[in-house]
Nanobody
Framework: QVRLVETGGGLVQPGGSLRLSCAAS????????MGWYRQAPGKQREFVAG???????NYVESVKGRFTISRDNAKNTVYLQMNSLKPEDTAVYIC??????????????WGQGTQVTFSS
């Protein structure tokens, strides 16, 4: 019932930057948490960053100081600014949006993912 569409992935050189966007659409009354996960081939899906509807953030230790998550509640959109990218950041980045309280319109939705790779 909630659709997520990611944009902004692509090729980048080590030390470069990318900005990912994820827009939610559908029947939405509120989104308590929006966040980003990533998954490399043969690896488990990993939490990267999350942000609550009140602006509280959390990051995996490996991206602290390099990535910044933000959201625009009016647009139901979450962003991930990625700076100082490293080869180990290569992965499919997947958007997540969910509610945390039981309700008739509760949801936990995932996007299709956007690929982040290095040019060399």
């Amino acid at each position: 019932q909630v659709r997520l569409v990611e944009t902004g992935g692509g090729l980048v050189q080590p030390g470069g930057s990318l900005r990912l966007s994820c827009a939610a659409s559908g029947s939405i009354s509120s989104i308590n948490i929006m966040g980003w996960y990533r998954q490399a081939p043969g690896k488990q899906r990993e939490f990267v960053a999350g942000i609550t509807d009140s602006g509280l953030t959390n990051y995996v230790e490996s991206v602290k100081g390099r990535f910044t998550i933000s959201r625009d509640n009016a647009k139901n959109t979450v962003y991930l600014q990625m700076n100082s990218l490293k080869p180990e950041d290569t992965a499919v980045y997947i958007c997540n949006a969910r509610t945390v309280f039981p309700a008739s319109d509760a949801f936990n939705s995932w996007g299709q993912g956007t690929q982040v790779t290095f040019s060399s």
